[in-house]
């Protein structure tokens, strides 16, 4: 494999999950050390043998996963690994304050981060790449955590880069902000370069038929839900007078649009029995056991801390949704646990097909599905889905696209949250629509996708 950066340049590399995309910027960046091969950076060859060495060189990557400390403040974080020995608050403070400043982000140096949004804390690990004087930065699925405000932020702030001679290399899932942002497209497929094209000699399909060897074609949301033969009352109370409640039919997909801190979010937590107050046909959820009995699963929007145990196997981790099944006295049958994740694994297509394997191990689009299969062995009957193909490729996406809709034909009720427009209208039969709090909107298939952005920027309520 190959790869070339021109300053100034924004240069996207996309392919599969498991393509070596992240592999091979780890080695750009100095985590990984590669077997062979040269590095060469402005006409001399250096050898990075640290991340400590790349930063050195001006080679900053920001991670989809973030590295930061949840306890430190803003400031903190945006200095870490840089601070002397004896640490001036003040003068840190006032250090962030600039950096911030010239970056125009919405940041307190003082808010602690752990207390601040993802999309907020997002924001913070790019403002800390950009604490050093960096001459390439590599942005790994930068925009998977962020609103559609923080979205273009970002965008800005990379234009303002180019234009200082910064050569960015942005690795995304989402074609549209590659279209729109980058210059050249880079394309891997099981660990080789496929193609390196300028921009306006490819198109979105063609995008994809390189990264997966295949043409896909993307179902549309024409597809009408079945005949109702039972039909769920859902009551969600988000705050003192304010209660949200809707019906769901048996083998309907209703998907809930916003951006961040719009309420869809609070909706399934609640139904899920962890936060707030919620009612399935007038019943309350007292808690997730009490949601489990009653039906619902909930498929988390961050399935690395709240959707898997990394340090366990995909066996174990697939399974913890069926304890009372596999171990009806408190001891584990194995066989019955193997047989649980062996059906599972052949149904999803997890890949490698090896359930023994660490959850860490796994490609974010493969963990993506064994967080759906530890859902899917509980037998729900309302499964509830937290974005459920952030960071994952556009050929997984496919498939779970494909496995949702044939889940809902089946019966199983599906309530979608997402902050991608997209998803939701090749997805759903009906779309409800959140603002500040309250159902603004819903709206029912064939979609027009300007109606629905503008409900949920605002731009129909002007």
Same mark, same amino acid.
């Given at each position: ?8 340049? @924004? ?34 060859? !250096? ?14 990557? $920001? ?32 250090? #962030? ?24 804390? &997002? ?17 790994? *699925? ?16 990379? &234009? ?15 074609l549209e902000e590659i279209f729109s942002l980058a210059q050249?497209?880079? $394309? ?5 370069? !496929? =193609? ?15 990264? /997966? ?17 039972? /039909? ?21 997909? $209703? ?14 937590? #609640? ?27 909930? $498929? ?36 019955? *646990?193997?047989? !649980? ?19 860490? =191990? ?12 530890? #859902?899917l062995a509980s037998r729900p009957q309302l499964l509830l ?13 496919h498939e779970l696209y494909q496995l949702l809709r044939q ?25 409800? /629509? ?5 159902? @603004? ?17 605002? #731009?129909?309520?002007?």
């Amino acid at each position: 494999m190959d790869f070339a950066l021109e300053a100034g340049e @924004v240069h996207a590399l996309v392919g599969e999950n498991g393509a070596g995309k992240s592999t091979l910027m780890k080695i750009l960046a100095g985590a990984l050390q590669p077997d062979a091969g040269e590095i060469w950076l402005e006409g001399r060859q !250096v050898r990075l043998r640290s991340v400590r060495e790349a930063r050195h060189n001006g080679i900053v990557m $920001v991670y989809q996963e973030l590295n930061l400390a949840a306890n430190l403040t803003v400031a903190e974080n945006l200095f870490l690994g840089r601070m002397p020995p004896l640490v001036s608050h003040r003068f840190l403070e006032e250090m #962030a304050s600039k950096l911030i400043e010239s970056l125009d982000l919405p940041l307190d140096p003082h808010s602690v981060l752990g207390d601040l949004e993802l999309g907020r804390q &997002q924001l913070v690990a790019v403002a800390q790449a950009l604490a050093h004087d960096a001459k390439v930065l590599i942005f790994d *699925e930068p925009t998977a955590a962020l609103s559609a405000e923080e979205t273009q932020m970002l965008f800005s702030l990379i &234009q303002r880069l180019q234009g200082r001679g910064v050569g960015i290399v942005y690795i995304s899932h989402r074609l549209e902000e590659i279209f729109s942002l980058a210059q050249r497209i880079t $394309v891997l497929r099981d660990g080789e370069r !496929v =193609a390196t094209e300028p921009l306006e000699s490819l198109t979105p399909d063609r995008v994809i038929s390189l990264m /997966v060897g295949r043409s896909l074609l993307e179902a549309s949301s024409g597809e009408l839900p079945p005949a109702k033969t039972r /039909v769920y009352r859902i009551r969600v109370n988000l705050e003192p007078g304010n209660t949200v409640a809707f019906p769901l039919g048996a083998g309907e997909i $209703v998907g809930l649009a916003g951006v961040i801190g719009s309420g869809r979010s609070y909706v399934l937590e #609640a139904l899920f029995g962890l936060r707030g107050e919620a009612f399935l046909d007038n019943a309350r959820i007292e808690n997730p056991q009490d949601a489990i009995n009653k039906g619902l699963f909930l $498929v988390p929007g961050d399935r690395k801390t709240q959707g898997l145990v990394l340090g366990l196997s995909a066996r174990e981790n697939l399974t913890l949704s069926v304890l009372g099944r596999i171990a009806p006295r408190g001891v584990i049958r194995l066989r019955d *646990e193997q047989a !649980v994740a062996n059906e599972w694994f052949l149904r999803l297509r997890i890949h490698p097909p090896m359930p023994e394997l660490p959850a860490h =191990a796994f490609s974010g689009g493969n963990q993506q599905k064994i967080v759906l299969a530890k #859902a899917l062995a509980s037998r729900p009957q309302l499964l509830l889905l937290e974005e459920p193909t952030r960071g994952v490729d556009v050929g997984v996406r496919h498939e779970l696209y494909q496995l949702l809709r044939q889940l809902a034909r089946q019966g199983l009720s599906l309530l979608v949250s997402s902050g991608d427009t997209e998803e939701l209208l090749n997805l759903c039969h009906r779309i409800l /629509v959140f603002r500040k709090g309250h159902v @603004v909107a819903e709206l029912r298939a064939p979609f027009n996708r300007e109606e629905v952005v503008a409900y949920v920027t605002g #731009a129909a309520m002007a």
